[in-house]
């Protein structure tokens, strides 16, 4: 068992910057696969990046170029580094972690992080 504590949202202008953080907790963080997923009103959950315990990344084609995933083994942490952002990047965002998945990591989810994003 993993638990997921996502921060780091909240109201940005268009064009602007957000880093979100997951910390993880109750299990040992490097042996997981982790992502980031988002979730706008009325519509479905998407995965928006992953990162295999390697290191490796993949993204939706969404936010290639301008958001940036990693994760710091040290502190049991995930990141999200969000560029240029665009009202369409409103949503809920929540931090997941797999033992088995490694690109689109559901095995675990946090409570999700409010990212909005308007003028």
């Known amino acids: 068992q993993v638990q997921l504590v996502e921060s780091g949202g909240g109201l940005v202008q268009p064009g602007g910057s957000l880093r979100l953080s997951c910390a993880a907790s109750g299990s040992i963080f490097r042996i997981y696969h982790m992502g980031w997923y988002r979730q706008a009103p009325g519509k479905q959950r998407d995965l928006v990046a992953a990162?295999?315990?390697?290191?490796?990344?993949n993204y939706a084609d969404s936010v290639k170029g301008r958001f940036t995933i990693s994760r710091d083994n040290a502190k049991n942490t995930v990141y999200l580094y969000m560029n240029s952002l665009k009202p369409e990047d409103t949503a809920v965002y929540y931090c997941?972690?797999?033992?088995?998945?490694?690109?689109?990591?559901?095995?675990?989810w946090g409570q999700g992080t409010q990212v909005t994003v308007s003028s």
């Open positions: 997941t972690a797999d033992r088995s998945n490694a690109y689109a990591p559901q095995g675990f």
């Open positions: 990162i295999t315990t390697g290191g490796s990344t």
